[in-house]
T-cell receptor, first 116, second 114 residues
Framework: GAVVSQHPSWVICKSGTSVKIECRSL??????MFWYRQFPKQSLMLMAT?????????EQGVEKDKFLINHASLTLSTLTVTSAHPEDSSFYIC????????????FGPGTRLTVT | AQKVTQAQTEISVVEKEDVTLDCVYE???????LFWYKQPPSGELVFLIR??????QNEISGRYSWNFQKSTSSFNFTITASQVVDSAVYFC???????????FGPGTRLSVLP
């Protein structure tokens, strides 16, 4: 149990376009989901915390107007990178925490974004 | 503020050698959780272990073992008789109670050579 999926697994887009990444909890409900970014050979850095039905909380230095997060249901959160630039190229990983409580975060397989 | 340090950036060993990955953490909380994850080249994080701050018992799982020393704020990970398939980046992570403020260490890249 506790499977989290991400779609797409990889995407290439042109500079200036927007791209949406989906994060789904497949077998549990998740009130809270998290979005991380990982640059090559670096660690995962938390970008934002997404709460179902409310606005996301962004970490310092993360532009909320550039990285739009929507957590419209208990099983789906989306991250939209708007007006993407090459420096946004990265590996984006989401995680989800059960609505029923507990501290465990279940991580998705990640989405590799390349902006050309 | 919470912080996780993994002093070893990269380690190379020859197959069948034992290897220990170090993890030192900082937190002001009395209740917290420590984790180890493996990240193979595919990128997907593989959960290895979770340990809460009140459980200092060392744990062994097959070739993997973990040494939690609260006195030195360390949570080291040892792979016994390493195999080529163990080659990956390993992350130590720390969270507050209830999973808040999940912080990853910088990671250690392990290469196991045949």
């Amino acid at each position: 149990g506790a499977v989290v999926s991400q779609h797409p697994s990889w995407v290439i887009c042109k500079s200036g376009t927007s791209v949406k990444i989906e994060c789904r909890s497949l077998d549990f409900q998740a009130t809270t989901m998290f979005w991380y970014r990982q640059f090559p050979k670096q660690s995962l850095m938390l970008m934002a915390t997404s709460n179902e039905g409310s606005k996301a909380t962004y970490e310092q230095g993360v532009e909320k107007d550039k990285f739009l997060i929507n957590h419209a249901s208990l099983t789906l959160s989306t991250l939209t990178v708007t007006s993407a630039h090459p420096e946004d190229s990265s590996f984006y990983i989401c995680s989800a925490r059960r609505s029923s409580g507990g501290y465990e975060q279940y991580f998705g397989p990640g989405t590799r974004l390349t902006v050309t | 503020a919470q912080k996780v340090t993994q002093a070893q950036t990269e380690i190379s060993v020859v197959e069948k050698e034992d290897v220990t990955l170090d993890c030192v953490y900082e937190t002001r909380d009395t209740t917290y959780y420590l984790f180890w994850y493996k990240q193979p080249p595919s990128g997907e994080l593989v959960f290895l272990i979770r340990r809460n701050s009140f459980d200092e018992q060392n744990e062994i799982s097959g070739r993997y073992s973990w040494n939690f020393q609260k006195s030195t704020s360390s949570f080291n990970f040892t792979i016994t008789a390493s195999q080529v398939v163990d080659s990956a980046v390993y992350f130590c992570a720390l969270s507050e109670a209830f999973g808040q403020n999940f912080v990853f260490g910088p990671g250690t890249r392990l290469s196991v050579l045949p």
